[in-house]
Each structure stands twice: as C-alpha cells, then as structure tokens.
C-alpha cells in the first residue's frame, strides 16, 4: 500500500469575514478602551472580537473544538482560506474620512471632550497612498494565526512538513494578500527558527480571484449600476437617514451637510483607529 501524501494547502484571498457577525457584548461592556459599538465593525472589526480569549492570550488555542468523530480517525488533509490581516483603509476611503474631518473641524460645535479633542489634538494621518496596504497589525494577524493554526494541527503544520514542500502557500496577486501570505509564512518560519531555506508561494488569481474571469458576473454585477439598485434605495431609506440626523445632532451641524459619505466616514474612523491602534478613539462618540 503507498504511503498517504500528507499536504496542507493555505490560500490567502479577500474574503468577506463571516465570523465577525458574531456578537460579545461583554467584552466592550468590560472593557472602556474597545469601543461600545465594536460588535458592530464587521469587516473592519478586530478579530478579537470573535474570540475575546485572544486578548490574554493571543496564541491560545481551543483543541476540544476538533476532536474527530471517532478514534478510528484521522487527519490527513488540511485546507485553510484564510481572509487577509488587519489593513489601511482604502484611498476612496480615506478621501471620505479626510472631507468628514474637515466638516468636524471647521463647522461642529460643542464643548463635549471628544468634540474638542478632534478639532484640537487629532491630525489627519491617513493619506490615499496607503490604499488597503497591510498594517503591522496585520502582519502580527497572520503570524499569531500561523502559530495557532501549528499548534492546533501538529500533524499537518510542522518544520518537516513545511522544509519538505508538504504546505502550500496560495494567494491572489492583490498586495495585501501577497503581505499576509508572507506574513503567514514568517509566523512559522520564525517559530521553528528557519532561516537557510526560502519557502516559497504561489500567486494564482484564477483561483484566488475567480470573479474577476467570469463573463457573467463581470457583465451583469461589476459593470452593472442597476446590481446596486438596493444599496442606493438603502442610503436614500429611513435607516440611514436616521443615522445621518443622529450625527447632525451630535456635531450641531445642518442636516445637510451630513451625507451617506459622512456617515460612512465616520463609522471608518472609529473602527480603524480601533483595528489599527486599538484605541477607543474619540470618532466614536460622533456616531
């Protein structure tokens, strides 16, 4: 009988993070320096917040969650896709972030310590050529996961295994992937110590970024305005109209002068600071 090929593929792609649907009310509840709405990010949340027992302990892992479903099993193949790290806000994002922060500064009133902590000790810090680039943040997102992920399949992620060629690294060719596959293969490398062999990765968008080479979905979703008729109907709804009265308020400005953009930029503000700097920053009371 041949012996069993043992292969751990990783693949590196910017996917939308599910698990950050998850709520943990407690932990903001606890905690002054995360912010109250941090449940809320999604997307631009920490992943912390998905399993809060990472803030003592960034390497803990929970093997009982993995136990096979009988002792006649075990692992032989392990297959990971994994959403990039912590990121910089886009530039069209940033652009958004700096036209609300020059709103906040020239036009809101009030003597609330936040409002006045904005509009004479915060900066702007954030400039469009960052553009979505990996944070260190991120770098240490992919690294501590590789470790966990080592720990939790020790079997699968080992120093031979990896030497040997046995895992293998694939990701799209967006930068922020390419970073935190690197990123990722830094955690184990410098876990065991490696460093007299390169390990290498491939960079593969047709299966990493599949979208981007479907007729379909490029003709009828990307090049299609009408696709996004329910995000528009959504910004122009009550909801959101809410939410930009709300801020208005809170700013002492005209209604008007708050728009989706506004509100958007200011949601961005107060989780970024958090992902990146893990600070309950100021932005967040204007929400």
Not at 168 to 187: D, E, M, P, Q, Y
């Amino acid at each position: 009988m041949k012996a069993p090929v043992w292969k751990v593929i990783v693949r590196f792609a910017a996917l939308f993070g599910f698990c950050a649907m998850f709520r943990c009310d407690a932990v903001a509840e606890e905690n002054p320096n995360i912010p109250a709405i941090a449940n809320y990010f999604t997307t631009k949340g920490r992943y912390e917040e998905v399993n809060p027992h990472l803030i003592d302990d960034i390497l803990a892992v929970n093997s009982s969650i993995l136990q096979p479903p009988s002792a006649q099993c075990r692992i032989i193949h392990l297959t990971a896709i994994v959403r990039h790290g912590t990121r910089y806000p886009t530039g069209k994002n940033v652009k958004k972030m700096h036209d609300f922060y020059e709103l906040v500064k020239s036009s809101a009133v009030g003597r609330e310590s936040w409002l006045q902590e904005l509009q004479n000790q915060w900066t702007m810090w954030y400039t469009e050529d960052m553009d979505g680039r990996l944070v260190q943040k991120g770098v240490d997102d992919l690294k501590n996961l590789a470790v966990r992920l080592s720990k939790l399949f020790p079997s699968m992620i080992s120093e031979e295994k990896l030497r040997a060629g046995m895992i293998k690294f694939i990701t799209s060719s967006k930068h922020r992937c390419v970073n935190s596959t690197l990123s990722f293969k830094a955690g184990l490398t410098e876990l065991w110590a490696i460093s007299d062999q390169e390990i290498e990765h491939t960079v593969n968008d047709a299966l990493m970024r599949f979208f981007d080479q479907c007729t379909r979905f490029v003709q009828e979703v990307d090049g299609n305005p009408s696709a996004l008729s329910e995000v528009e109907s959504f910004k122009l709804g009550p909801e959101m109209r809410r939410v930009r009265e709300k801020i208005a308020e809170r700013l002492r400005v005209p209604y008007s002068d708050i728009t989706y953009d506004s509100a958007e930029a200011a949601f961005y503000l107060c989780a970024y600071e958090f992902a990146i700097k893990t600070v309950n920053s100021p932005w967040c009371p204007a929400l």
